[in-house]
């Protein structure tokens, strides 16, 4: 969990199958919907998981739609 200036609270869990070589990353205790600009909408998360996968795989990874089956995540519909 990190704790932001303004309150809010990014918290992300992450669970790993290396048996079906997935991961679902669950974003649902984050903080809600913030009245400023500081909210992400879905595609900014997508993108940011997808990001930080890509970093970790020691190999090279086409960015497409297909690299990102493995992957599922989960928020609150209002926080992202």
Known sequence: MLAM???AQIHV??????ERR???????G???QLPDNFNAPRAISVAAV???FR???????????G???PL?????RAAC
Do not use: W
């Open 55 to 65: 970093t970790l795989v020691d190999d090279e990874i086409p960015l497409n739609a």
């Open 67 to 69: 690299c990102l089956k």
């Open 30 to 32: 984050t903080s809600a």
């Open 13 to 18: 869990a992450v669970r790993v199958d290396h």
């Open 72 to 76: 599922r995540s989960s928020c609150r």
């Open 50 to 52: 997808l990001y930080v």
């Open 22 to 28: 997935s991961a679902r990353i669950d974003f649902s």
């Open 5 to 7: 200036d303004n309150g």
